[in-house]
C-alpha cells in the first residue's frame, strides 16, 4: 500500500526549544494532577512461520508503549540530548506517532531514542508511589520485536539507520559491547546503502534535507572513529572531501559546537592519516586545533565539555604523535614539542572542567572520542569520557615517572594535578571500579601512596538523593526541575 503523506521523512528543521518559563512544552507541571503512567507489558513474540511485513505499518495491538511515556523521554532527548546527536525532530517524530496509521518506523526510532536517553543521562521514570514503569530494556525489546515484523533490513531509510544508531548507544551504556559494534555497523551500513557518503546523494536534494543527512554522516564518522579506537576495530566510513559544507542556519546554539567538533575530528583525521611529519607540520596542526576558540556559557553545558574536553585529548595525541617524528626538548617552552607539555594538558583539562558539574562530565555524548590504552581498553568497559581522563592521568604519571623534576620546573605540580584526576574519576556516578587499581598504582609509581581511591556513590551537588541504582528519578511533576542539566538553548 502507498505511504500515506504524514509517514514520510521528517526529521528536519528541528525548532529551537522554548523555555518561557524554564519547563518543557506538554508536561504538567503539578505531579499531583498528573495521571499515573501505565506499566508496561512485553508484545506478543512474533509467530516464527508468519512473513514479515514488506510495509511500514503494523496493527495496534503490537504498539505496547504508552504515548505519554515516549512523550516526556522525546521531551528530555529534545531538550539535552538533541545538542549531541542533532538528528532527530521531536516535533515530527511525535506528528508521526499520533497518526492512526501505527508507524512501525516512528515507532521503532522514539523507543529506541528513549532508551538511548535514559541510558545515557542514567534516568529512571516512575510512576506516583515509586514503581518504576519505564524500563529501557523493555523499550529495546519492543524496538527488536518490532522490526522483525517489518523485514526493515531489506529497505534502508533514514529512520532505520538512526533507529540502529541509538540501539548502539544504548548497548553501550549496558556493556554489551559486540551487540553494540554489530548495531554502529549497521546504521554506517544503511548510511552507504542511502549513499549518504557520496556527493551525487546531495545533489537533488532540499536545503534541510541535505543539512540533516550531512549531520548523520559526520555523527556517524565520529562516533565509529570513538567505538574503533577504544575497542581496536578497523573503520570503515572515510571522509569524502567532496561533501557539501555543514551549515549551522537558524540553530546556532544547537549546531555550532557540534559543527565545531566536526572540524576538530577533520584536522585529526588529516593529521593521522599523514606520513612524514617535520616540526613545522606537527606545529601547524597544533596551532589549527587551538584556533578553534572555547564556547561561551550560554552554550548547553554537553557541548561545551565535549568540545573542550576532546580539543585537549587531540592535543595530548598531537603530542604522542611528535614522538614518532621529531625529538621533543626539555624546554617547557617548546610546547606541544615539549617532553612536558601533557603537564600543560593537565592543568588546562583541570582548569576547564571547573566550570562543568560532575553530571555534564558523567552525561558525556557518545560522539566523543575514546583512547586506546594497551591493556586496558580490551579488558575494562568504561564510558568514554572517564577513559579520556584516565588517559590524561596515565600520560602525565609517565611524564612524573620519566622526569621527576618536571613540576619543580613547571612550577604546575604535577603530582597534585594526578591527585586531581584520581579524585575526580573515583566520583564517577557508576563508572568503571577497574580504572581505579590501575591509577591507583600510578600514584604508587609517582610516590604518591594512599591505600584506596574509594568509589563516590553519588557526587551531585545539585540534585542530592540518588536510588539504590545511583540514577536519577523521573516523574511527570519534575521533569521540568532539572536545574543539574542546563536547556539546549537559553530564552
Known amino acids: 500500500a502507498p505511504r500515506p503523506p504524514s509517514a514520510s521523512p521528517v526529521f528536519f528543521n528541528e525548532s529551537r526549544p522554548s523555555h518561557d518559563n524554564g519547563s518543557l512544552p506538554g508536561i504538567d507541571q503539578n505531579p499531583r494532577s498528573s495521571p499515573a503512567i501505565p506499566v508496561f507489558f512485553r508484545s506478543p513474540i512474533p509467530d516464527p512461520e508468519e512473513e514479515p511485513s514488506s510495509g511500514n505499518f503494523i496493527g495496534p495491538r503490537h504498539r505496547r508503549i504508552p504515548m505519554k511515556s515516549l512523550e516526556v523521554y522525546l521531551d528530555i532527548y529534545h531538550h539535552k540530548m538533541y545538542p549531541i546527536w542533532p538528528v532527530v525532530d521531536k ?5 508521526r506517532l499520533r497518526q492512526p496509521s501505527d508507524d512501525a518506523e516512528a515507532y521503532a526510532l522514539a523507543a529506541a ?9 542514567q534516568l529512571v521514570f516512575a510512576v506516583s508511589g515509586g514503581d518504576i514503569s519505564l524500563d529501557p530494556a523493555t523499550m529495546i525489546t519492543e524496538v527488536q520485536e518490532i522490526r522483525t515484523l517489518i523485514d526493515y533490513q531489506e529497505t534502508p531509510t533514514r529512520e532505520r539507520l538512526l533507529t540502529s544508531f541509538f540501539l548502539h548507544v544504548y548497548y553501550i551504556h549496558v556493556e554489551k559491547r559486540n551487540r ?3 548495531h554502529l555497523r549497521e546504521s554506517i551500513t544503511f548510511a552507504q546503502l542511502l549513499n549518504l557518503h557520496r ?28 567505538h574503533a579506537t577504544q575497542y581496536d576495530l578497523p573503520t570503515t566510513l572515510q571522509l569524502n572531501p567532496r561533501l557539501p559544507p555543514m551549515d549551522e542556519g537558524e540553530q546556532p546554539l544547537l549546531l555550532s559546537p557540534f559543527i565545531g567538533l566536526c572540524k576538530l575530528f577533520e584536522v585529526f583525521h588529516s593529521a593521522s592519516s599523514e606520513s612524514g611529519h617535520s616540526r613545522e607540520t606537527l606545529a601547524a596542526l597544533h596551532q589549527q586545533l587551538q584556533q578553534i576558540p572555547p564556547l561561551p556559557r550560554q552554550y548547553n553545558d554537553l557541548q561545551r565539555a565535549d568540545v573542550s574536553i576532546t580539543q585537549q585529548w587531540m592535543r595530548l595525541m598531537f603530542w604522542k604523535l611528535s614522538m614518532s617524528h621529531i625529538v621533543l626538548s626539555m624546554d617547557p617552552a617548546d610546547g606541544s614539542q615539549s617532553f612536558t607539555f601533557p603537564v600543560q594538558v593537565a592543568r588546562d583539562v583541570l582548569s576547564n572542567m571547573t566550570t562543568f558539574s560532575m553530571d555534564t562530565l558523567e552525561a558525556h555524548g557518545q560522539g566523543m572520542v575514546t583512547i586506546l590504552l594497551p591493556d586496558v581498553n580490551s579488558e575494562v568497559d568504561a564510558g568514554p569520557q572517564e577513559m579520556k581522563l584516565f588517559e590524561f592521568a596515565n600520560t602525565l604519571a609517565d611524564v612524573i615517572v620519566c622526569i621527576p623534576s618536571a613540576e619543580n620546573s613547571m612550577h604546575y ?21 577497574a580504572l581505579l587499581p590501575l591509577l591507583q598504582k600510578r600514584l604508587a609509581d609517582c610516590g604518591v601512596n594512599i591505600p584506596a581511591i574509594p568509589r563516590c556513590l553519588d557526587v551531585t551537588n ?14 511527570e511533576g519534575n521533569v521540568s526541575d532539572y536545574d543539574w542539566y542546563p536547556a539546549a538553548s537559553v530564552p
Do not use: K, P
Not at 531514542?113 to 543521562?121: D, H, I, P, S
Not at 545539585?462 to 516523574?475: L, M, Q
Open 91 to 95: 516535533s515530527a517524530l511525535v506528528a
Open 113 to 121: 531514542v528513549c532508551a538511548a536517553t535514559a541510558t545515557q543521562l
Open 180 to 182: 553494540s559494534s554489530f
Open 199 to 226: 556527493e551525487g546523494h546531495y545533489s537533488d536534494l532540499d536545503m534541510d534535507t541535505i543539512q540533516h543527512d550531512l549531520r548523520i554522516y559526520w555523527l556517524l564518522f565520529i562516533t565509529e572513529r570513538a
Open 413 to 433: 605540580h604535577a603530582q597534585d594535578f594526578l591527585l586531581h584526576f584520581a579524585n575526580v574519576l573515583g566520583s564517577f556516578r557508576g563508572g568503571n571500579n
Open 462 to 475: 545539585e540534585f542530592s538523593e540518588s536510588d539504590s541504582a545511583n540514577s536519577i528519578v523521573v516523574t
